[in-house]
């Protein structure tokens, strides 16, 4: 399978933990984004790269909230003393860049908080 | 009120009948359109990617966009009960930029 990979599929959690999400994006694509996915709504924009580097990240993404891409391949978004808001499914997506501008989502991680 | 607005429905259609989906937004910025689809659970899967106003087709599956009225539809033809997911519009004004969703239209299907 060559798509968007991301892991754990599920994560159950307490209230003050701290989690931390993986996504591989597909093969030589050079965004990568995140966006978060509640019931009943479309997905929300966290944050996106551009190889390393983070071009944009969203308001909704508080300050504990953090992603890396340091290799400007994989990518990790960490949720530090998670609240129950925050149970909501997170998605990873990458897209080519240079010029084609499809966005291809993974399957995404589902986080539930107790 | 939310840029792009997408009617939730659920909207349940007999097999084999034209489907109907349809997205208004307000931001005259967004030049990009997607269509995606969602089945329960898992991420959304690219349907269709039309750029500015005008039509495109892709096997049972039409997208159009009226930038003038700031409408954006997707028709299904011969509609199946495979078919049955949470229809998702997308756009965004810049290419490879983020996407802002509607809120998804469930769709069932019946056989």
């Not at chain 1, 909704?60 to 998670?82: C, H, M, N, V, Y």
């Amino acid at each position: 399978d060559t798509g968007v990979s991301q892991n754990p599929r599920h994560k159950i959690t307490k209230r003050g933990q701290n989690v931390t999400f993986r996504c591989d994006p597909i093969s030589e694509h050079n965004r990568l984004y995140w966006y978060r996915q509640t019931l009943g709504q479309g997905p929300e924009f966290l944050t996106y790269f551009q190889n390393e580097a983070q071009l944009e990240k969203s308001r909704l993404l508080s300050d504990r909230f953090s992603a890396e891409r340091p290799k400007g391949s994989f990518s990790t978004l960490e949720i530090q003393r998670t609240e129950q808001g925050d149970s909501a499914m997170y998605l990873c997506a990458s897209s080519p860049g240079q010029g084609e501008n499809t966005i291809y989502f993974g399957e995404g991680s589902w986080l539930t908080v107790v | 009120q939310k840029e792009v607005e997408q009617d939730p429905g659920p909207l349940s259609v007999p097999e084999g009948a034209i489907v109907s989906l349809n997205c208004t937004y307000s931001n005259s910025a967004f030049q990009y359109f997607m269509w995606y689809r969602q089945y329960s659970r898992k991420g959304p899967e690219l349907l269709m990617y039309t750029y500015s106003s005008g039509n495109k087709e892709d096997g049972r599956f039409t997208a159009q966009v009226d930038k003038s009225s700031k409408y954006i539809s997707l028709f299904i033809r011969d509609s199946q009960p495979s078919d049955s997911a949470t229809y998702l519009c997308a756009m965004s004004a810049f290419g490879n930029e983020k996407l802002t969703f509607g809120t998804g239209t469930r769709l069932t299907i019946i056989p």
